[in-house]
């Protein structure tokens, strides 16, 4: 899978926190996405984590003091602030918060970040009270007057037993806003899309829903595909169990009605709308008040009534639409079908009953139709991948 972060060259800054230790899975997911992760560690730092770990990590040597040169050039700070595409602290201790604000270059992180000029990424940990201190909100001020790009603190328990302001944020979401900060000069800046992903829930009584087995990924992928290419993205999403990805605007949805009325506000003044969910064709007539009860051996039978087509309704003037067809059979004929029906400029087809492809699975296999063009079947792909190849296939459209 092929994010924004492949062969971008990171500096990660760990400082004295206790937070530190989550450093280790934030240095080893950028890793696996294809960064080059440089550490430098603090020296407070290395009193909760070893470089060996960040080494290993990564894979590459990692600075720890600034007479303890790792680089050709012999000075660390200045090689790292050459390559660096974007240097991140995290956890970022007030300490460091200070010495930014101010200036100080006592060891190689701070000296690294003055004599660098890339986007700086901070994501403070520390005790609620360090972070409310006047010093330190002074400081944060400071820094962001500055454009430094601050990620948290969260609110919730502290290590100290306290609940507060002040934890760090999730590693996953700090790696969700690298992400989106690294897309701002990718080829969707300034596009507004509109995403809509998950399995519809149409109440039956006040207990019971109509579903479908959508998990939602490939909706969330195409978001976060089209965030990281600098795009505005609206995510509209029926329930899922997963994560709300970084730099997204999520609105929650259940039934199809209510997700048709938030995908008509989002789309006026958007360029793109991308229907991944599963809407449910049908729902129950008239959804019961009270908990329907068992009635002795009696079947028990529920009315349905069509749900509108929710993309066929959108009349918005300049807005490009991509519907997604989950198929289990005729994949292609009724794929074509939908492209004059719902009036799109592409329907994405997939077989939902291919190994690997469709619901739950991180991959997907699509053939992606547009008028007067042959069928294009892709290989079976990460579902960020599809996303991006979508978008791809989506742009020449959007640049009309
Ligand atoms: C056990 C322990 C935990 C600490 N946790 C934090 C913390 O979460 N945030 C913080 O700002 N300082 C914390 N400190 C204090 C810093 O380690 C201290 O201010 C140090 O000077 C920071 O240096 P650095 O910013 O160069 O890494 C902690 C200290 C200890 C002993």
Known sequence: MATILNGKSIVLGVT?????FKAADLASKLTQAGADVDVVLT???????????????????????????????????????????????????????????????????????????????????????????AASQANVQTLKERGVHFIGPESGRLASGLVGQGRMTQVQDIIGSVRALLGKSGDMVGRRVVVSAGGTEEPIDPVRVLTNRSTGKMGFAIAEAARDRGADVTLITAPTALPSPAGISV????????????VQTACVGSDLLVMAAAVSDYRPADPADQKIKKSGDDPLSIDLIQNPDIIAGIKVDGLVKVAFAAETNDLIENADAKLLSKGVQMVVANDVTAADSGFGTDTNAVTFITPGREPEAMPLMEKLDVGNALLDRALPFLNK
């Open 16 to 20: 004295g926190s206790i937070a530190a």
């Open 251 to 262: 609105i929650p949805v259940e039934s199809a009605i209510e997700m048709r009325d938030v």
């Open 43 to 133: 020296h407070s730092a290395q009193r909760f984590v070893g470089a060996a770990t960040f080494a290993g990590l990564t894979h590459r040597p990692v600075s720890t003091g600034l007479y303890e040169s790792n680089s050709e050039l012999g000075i660390d700070h200045v090689a790292l602030a050459r390559r660096a595409d974007l240097i991140l602290i995290a956890p970022a201790t007030a300490n460091v918060l200070a010495k930014l604000a101010h200036g100080i270059t006592d060891d190689v992180l701070t000296a690294t970040i003055l004599a660098g000029s890339q986007p700086l990424v901070v994501a403070p940990a520390m005790d609620a009270d360090m972070y409310a201190a």
